[in-house]
């Protein structure tokens, strides 16, 4: 199944446009599951099956495993979500960004040992480095556009022959680097400006959008931006205002509440913004 | 030790700016070492004993031993040579780019728990990426510029308020972000002319230069741009040519004899370089 139609078919089945991120830093795992067998699997899972009927996606953070050498922890998270939540797609946050054979192995990473539905990916090495994903036609390819960070305008708002860095990437992979179809972009919801700018340089490309919760950007503000016409195509990200939004054993139910109010907002602001649009 | 000290006092002990790269595709090792317990470590071993004598640094490529599953032999590799050739300072390849706690899982993975000496990074996200490495503040931090790949045009090209962006990434690179006094380039042996111009605008800090030997850069073009007042300043990358220069039970030593004669090729191009200095 392509990663585009997973996705629009489990956004509108739960009508939510919510993504967690599954970032599990260890200091911050509840106590009381520190002895266990595997404490990060028991987060994970524990959040992931509390949090799976508000989600339109997860989206594991590789750097959280990697750092705890818990890679194994990670297949087991993904394989958990493909056999529990087989509807829910999971876009592995890696931002890789390599050429040649290096770049197949990060999409062997990526899409054969996790089995991921999408990946992220850095553009700074041009096209070469996102051809290598493409060759697996049905997967998505979340590219690095306008990030949430502030940062981000040292290059990704550069101007280049009248346009900025970061409408070029929009523009080339909505056109000519999307052969595949399954192209998404990645835009920060603290600059709902630049949101809306990609979705009019992109209009049907599916927006991961991080940066509400701990980053504090405002929801109403980016969805208003980047709905697309068929008032969709956002992914929205929370992760640590979620997953951690209790330190103890009521950690779980409170990712849920965190989760189910965090969905409520975007949908209050989808609805908001499509009777503006109307 | 500093990462620049230690690159320094390696490069002249042996008279190299040789760095060899350990991508260790399996597909390509010997079949002889295929029945062994763990042939990626075999390989990776008996390449490293073979060829120390003549590099200034090695360079594991992450995505290698990501694709595989094999963290623990990327941990082993590193750990044997810091064991067994505690000189050659160790770049791990692995051209992160993240921000915030994320960014510190990366620098944590690089230097914690792989134990690198440097870390090749992607500026795309801005400064925000580069600050949590630089809080080791004895490690090297390489950030990608103008990489050898065709498609490092499509971005690392454009100009921008009269400087392409792969200047002005060096310029950034020299001058405010250097403040550890750590901090490389990438560029790549394919583009002479902008090695000269990296050269010109970061007189003094280490390149990394890919792209010789499989990738076709020309040795003596690349060596001639590079190389800094103290005519050193290089690391000169090559993998693929090295360590699969046979496919079997003569790969060791083929290995050695391909370094060997790139060390040579590099030292013939540095004197031909100073003479046309002088």
Redo the contacts between chains.
């Keep these: 199944m392509l990663f585009t139609e997973k996705l629009t078919a489990r956004t509108r089945a739960v009508d939510s446009m919510l993504c967690v991120g599954l970032?599990p830093?260890f200091k911050r795992i509840p106590e009381h599951l520190k002895n266990d067998e595997d404490p990060v699997w028991s987060f994970c899972r524990a959040i992931v099956d509390a949090v799976a009927p508000f989600v339109c996606a997860f989206k594991p953070?590789i750097?959280?495993f990697?750092?705890?050498?818990a890679?194994?922890t990670l297949?087991r998270v993904i394989a958990y979500i493909r056999e529990k939540h087989p509807d829910i797609p999971v876009i592995l946050d890696a931002?890789?960004?390599?050429?040649?054979?290096?770049?197949r192995?990060?999409a062997?990473?990526a899409f054969?040992?996790y089995q991921a539905d999408a990946v992220t990916v850095?553009?700074?090495?041009?096209?070469?480095?996102i051809v290598p994903y493409l060759e697996y036609p049905d997967k998505g390819v979340i590219i690095?556009c306008r990030?949430s960070?502030?940062?981000?305008?040292?290059?990704?708002e550069?101007?280049?022959?009248g346009e900025t860095?970061y409408e070029?990437?929009a523009r080339?992979a909505a056109g000519p680097w999307n052969t595949t179809g399954q192209i998404g972009l990645v835009v920060g919801a603290t600059q709902p400006a630049e949101i809306a700018r990609v979705r009019k340089i992109a209009p049907s490309l599916p927006l991961l959008v991080p940066g509400i919760g701990a980053q504090g950007g405002d929801v109403n503000a980016a969805v208003a931006a980047g709905l697309d016409a068929a008032g969709a195509g956002m992914i929205i990200n929370s992760s640590r205002a979620v997953i951690f939004a209790a330190p103890d054993e009521t950690f779980a139910e409170a990712a849920a509440a965190a989760a189910r109010a965090t969905r409520d907002a975007i949908r209050a602001a989808r609805v908001r913004a499509l009777a503006g649009q109307d």
């Design positions: 970032d830093d953070q750097a959280y990697a750092a705890m050498g890679e194994k297949e931002k890789r960004g390599d050429i040649g054979s290096t770049a192995m990060y062997r990473e054969k040992r850095s553009p700074y090495m041009g096209y070469d480095t690095l990030t960070n502030p940062g981000g305008a040292d290059i990704e550069l101007v280049c022959d860095i070029r990437i080339l």
